[in-house]
T-cell receptor, first 115, second 111 residues
Framework: DADVTQTPRNRITKTGKRIMLECSQTKGHDRMYWYRQDPGLGLRLIYY???????NKGEISDGYSVSRQAQAKFSLSLESAIPNQTALYFC??????????????FGPGTRLTVL | GEDVEQSLFLSVREGDSSVINCTYT??????LYWYKQEPGAGLQLLTY?????DMKQDQRLTVLLNKKDKHLSLRIADTQTGDSAIYFCAESITPGGKLIFGQGTELSVKP
């Protein structure tokens, strides 16, 4: 079984709809992240959470919100989807080790299309 | 601010060496990373280098770090078709903190 899972894997929706993307992990990691990937722009951080009670904005949080329901679950919501939110979305996890290394483990991605 | 830059495409022939380059702006980076994204999949950590090192070798992979020029490179020796993927350079500014990714370099290996 995959350690980091994302649902759905593909979603097509219409402008103005509310969408939730879900991420679950069985790695026991405390840190979770949401990124979006656009061609030529790489990965950009949307939100991140270092533990259940900690939520932080990334570089492109406008139009998105998140919920950390449990250590293993981190959901990303688009309150009112717009076409420029069409992208590939990745969830990632890492564990705080007390060192400087931050190895992140990625889910398989959710391809979202907003018409 | 923090910025990581990579060229978008690289094409090589099978058996040749590939060199993927990356520049970064923040000299306080602690670790620098190379992630690999195979088609239709998420990213996987390929290798990393601590900022006080100049070079790291791991089988066919060689990472070179030039701190003065803020330049990082990944060399893949004897490139195979299975190496075709997008390679992302990333840095962490604060120890154990969030990562800043480059745009990704798409490596195409031709037989």
């Amino acid at each position: 079984d995959a350690d980091v899972t994302q649902t759905p894997r593909n979603r097509i929706t219409k402008t103005g709809k509310r969408i939730m993307l879900e991420c679950s992990q069985t790695k026991g990691h405390d840190r979770m992240y949401w990124y979006r990937q656009d061609p030529g722009l790489g990965l950009r951080l949307i939100y991140y959470s270092f533990d259940v009670k900690d939520i932080n904005k990334g570089e492109i949080s406008d139009g998105y919100s998140v919920s950390r329901q449990a250590q293993a679950k981190f959901s990303l919501s688009l309150e009112s989807a717009i076409p420029n939110q069409t992208a590939l979305y990745f969830c990632a996890t890492s564990v705080s080790t007390g060192t400087s290394l931050n190895e992140q483990f990625f889910g398989p991605g959710t391809r979202l299309t907003v018409l | 601010g923090e910025d990581v830059e990579q060229s978008l495409f690289l094409s090589v022939r099978e058996g040749d060496s590939s060199v993927i380059n990356c520049t970064y702006t923040d000299s306080s980076s602690t670790y620098l990373y190379w992630y690999k994204q195979e088609p239709g999949a998420g990213l996987q950590l390929l290798t990393y280098i601590f900022s006080n090192m100049d070079m790291k070798q791991d089988q066919r992979l060689t990472v070179l770090l030039n701190k003065k020029d803020k330049h990082l490179s990944l060399r893949i020796a004897d490139t195979q078709t299975g190496d075709s993927a997008i390679y992302f350079c990333a840095e962490s500014i604060t120890p154990g903190g969030k990562l800043i990714f480059g745009q990704g370099t798409e490596l195409s290996v031709k037989p």
